[in-house]
């Protein structure tokens, strides 16, 4: 057996698995690089407390696997010997390979498949932390270009049913300052702080209506006469705001592999275009 084979050889897919977690991915184009403080930690069964009957199988079809070419992490969990390996490792530590082997492969195939189409992807789709400021500005634009290219759907227009963009409205002045909703049994609707403006409204769902229409930049707000179409035009707008919210922090999270720049830049998005936090809605 060569032993340039064996050195690159990996003694299970568990294994490889554990190197796809602890391994260090920063070095570019999907490259992994593998330090020995980094397999330390790896879990390994001893030998001792393996039985020699497994232990002469796992050697065999170790030395098998490790005698040829060896082909990609995919090729590799649909090849007979590969898989026997594979069986005899999660026999030697107690694991039922029936039930657990292919959730396994699942799982490294996604983070390798995950590792090299980010080495592949243009530079602005690299994780932001190694590349600084100039790349995320392109990474954030890349994701508006993908999930909203014409920019986000505009209230309250875009929410309007049939019937309420077609029916009665009622045209109420907005002031320039910021609105505040109130709810309380002494009063509900809007006004800004210092007394200069207030407006009582019908429903919870007419003050959002207000304060929606002037975050989305208009001077005078067409609200539908009819109570209902108020309430679906806020509930509509407020389902996309959440829904928004989702692609843009997985669209991020796929770009950077980092949970809080993704939720930075989600949060960047949304300051960007006026647009309400989902949180609050």
Known sequence: MSPKARAFSSPS???ALFQEVDGRTALGGGLLQIFLEDVRPIPVP?????????ATKIVQLFDAVADR???SVFAEMERPDQQALDKAVFEAVGLDSKRQLRPLYDALAELVRERTELGRTRGTERKTRSRG???????????????VPDGPRRFPDDFLSPAATGGPKTAVDLPDEPLVFENTPMFMGVHVKGGSYDRHVRCPAEGKFLLY???AGHKVAQIPEKTVEVTRTVANYEKYLREL???????????TLDTRTAARLTQAAFDRFHLPSPEGV
């Open 69 to 71: 070419p060896l082909e």
């Open 245 to 255: 919210h989702t692609q843009l922090y997985e669209a991020y999270y796929r770009r």
């Open 46 to 54: 001893d030998p001792k407390r393996i039985d020699r009957r497994v």
């Open 13 to 15: 897919s568990r294994f």
């Open 213 to 215: 229409a002037q975050q």
């Open 133 to 147: 400021a100039r790349a995320e500005r392109e990474v954030a634009e890349a994701v508006l270009d993908e999930v």
